[in-house]
């Protein structure tokens, strides 16, 4: 089976003032290309609007819907590839590494797709797998306006895997959503 992954960068970022969130700073590189390099070796599509600069080496999927949702991005994926496994981060998830799809990939085997949770039992739907098998749910939950990406693994096959058993940090699954937010880690850094 033939595997990807898939970066999403089509938001419109309003909680960051408007702005292309892959193209945020962290230690002297975007977020984009921090990506990028974590999953070298892979095949890397990004998800975006048209308009969006296409000067990276991967594969661009341009958004067929005026409104973007995750959920869009990742059946665009699915028709627009040959992907049967497509692991999904979001572009403002810097912190995430290969070494997370790695370890959710050993535990895929039958399932149709792995997400993992923390401590609370909360689910992170980006960096998560999803494979061709649940693009039927993907198109009855657009069918249904149903968005909710979490949804998905509760209506499939799908495994939920702990962060812990993994050896997983939370940290790998941060969000960067507002400025408030990329001061702190940039601050960090």
């Known amino acids: 089976m033939k595997r990807g ?27 984009l290309d921090i990506l990028m390099e974590s999953f070298l070796g892979e095949n ?15 594969n661009y999927l341009y958004d067929c819907e005026e409104e973007f949702t995750p959920l869009e991005a990742i059946i665009n994926g699915f028709e627009k590839s040959d992907i ?34 923390d401590e609370q039992n909360f689910l992170y739907p980006l960096g998560a797998i999803y494979t061709r098998k649940l693009l039927p749910q993907l198109l009855k939950q657009r069918l249904e306006k149903n968005y909710r990406l979490k949804d998905i693994f509760f209506n499939t096959n799908s495994i939920k895997l702990s962060m812990e058993s993994l050896n997983i940090e939370e940290e790998r699954f941060i969000n960067i959503n ?12």
Request: glycine share 10%; proline share 2%; aromatic share 14%.
């Open 5 to 31: 992954v898939l970066i999403l960068a089509g938001g419109k970022g309003s909680r960051m003032g408007n702005c292309q969130k892959g193209e945020l700073l962290y230690n002297g590189s975007t977020f």
């Open 44 to 58: 890397i599509y990004i998800a975006t609007k048209k308009d969006y600069l296409a000067d990276k080496e991967a």
């Open 84 to 117: 049967d496994i497509f692991f999904v981060v979001a572009c403002d998830m810097p912190f995430m590494k290969k070494d997370v799809f790695l370890k959710m990939l050993e535990s895929l085997k039958d399932f149709d797709g792995a997400v993992c949770y």
């Open 178 to 189: 507002t400025p408030q937010e990329y001061e702190r880690y940039v601050k960090r850094g």
